[in-house]
């Protein structure tokens, strides 16, 4: 399809030379509907390429029914769930712009959106929206603003003896295979005189116990891994665990958490962005 793909598009449209008595058959010779067709076995960002070709194809990629071949099954509870049923009455191509655009719900706490290539949702759960143990103590948590954040801010701990960070979420997926990340960072960033830093003054505890991760579903799937923290400075979605979605018009709740809970010794120098949950697809090159 690539290969074709390329193809098609690098044609040059023909135009009729004057005073010829037959044109060679070109782009612009393609029925509309049949464009179409065509358009609903490519991905969006192909079909917005195709587009800019000529009429025929700008007025096929409107079509509805190329772009609810995108959306996925249950995007009529998408829009009930998060954009308050306000996108029913805009056209399929509309609503799949609007449903790709991270959207906040819950009190702004979590973000939802679809992948723009695959159509998958993904599901962005802030630190706020978590239980974390100890974070109405200042002596061990605190909530820092930061740009480096959709959220805006992140959960920032200096020390502790007890680590443990719990959520959960449910939420009606299309069908399919999905991860849940944490985003967690060793170390504080900041900016000074316009370049990153990272304060690393409180990393400590990381690298003798591995941190636990557990994930469980409301239908009897469950996950646990183990893992080092490490790279200090940068932003590591640790992997947690995946679940299936079967059924994607019944809701799937899922609980998760975070623990290392060794007393014999302290860890801290720990930002927690966020938890991220996407389809499977999509994770290559994030799992740690």
Not at 96 to 119: H, M, N, S
């Amino acid at each position: 399809m690539g290969a074709w793909f390329s193809d098609f598009t690098t044609q040059e449209i023909d135009t009729p030379k004057r005073g010829s008595r037959q044109s060679n058959p070109n782009l612009g010779d393609v029925p509309e509907g049949c464009a179409a067709l065509i358009l609903t076995h490519l991905d969006p960002p192909q079909i917005c390429k195709l587009a800019a070709l000529n009429r025929t194809f700008r007025g096929a990629s409107s079509a509805d029914f190329v772009w609810e071949s995108k959306l996925p099954l249950n995007y009529r509870y998408l829009i009930e769930k998060v954009l308050d049923g306000v996108a029913v009455n805009l056209s399929k191509k509309e609503i799949y712009a609007r449903l790709c655009r991270p959207t906040l719900f819950d009190r702004g706490t979590k973000v939802i959106w679809l992948e723009k290539r695959t159509g998958g949702v993904c599901l962005s759960i802030s630190a706020k929206a978590l239980a974390i143990t100890g974070i109405d103590d200042r002596r061990y948590w605190n909530h820092i603003p930061t740009e480096e954040s959709r959220f805006h801010s992140v959960a920032y701990l200096q020390q502790i003896w007890w680590f443990e960070v719990d959520g959960e979420f449910e939420l009606c997926f299309p069908k399919g295979t999905y991860s849940l990340f944490f985003r967690i960072q060793l170390g504080r960033a900041s900016k000074r005189f316009g370049r990153r830093v990272c304060n690393q003054e409180h990393i400590h505890g990381w690298n003798i116990k591995p941190v636990q991760f557990q994930l469980s579903t409301s239908d009897g799937q469950r996950a646990v891994s183990q893992c080092f923290l490490d790279e200090p400075g940068n932003w590591i979605n640790y992997h947690a665990g995946d679940f299936v979605v079967e059924n994607p018009h019944s809701p799937t709740k899922v609980k998760f958490s975070m623990t290392q809970i060794d007393c014999t010794h302290t860890k801290g120098g720990l930002c927690l962005d966020s938890v991220l949950v996407h389809p499977s697809a999509l994770s290559k090159g994030l799992n740690r």
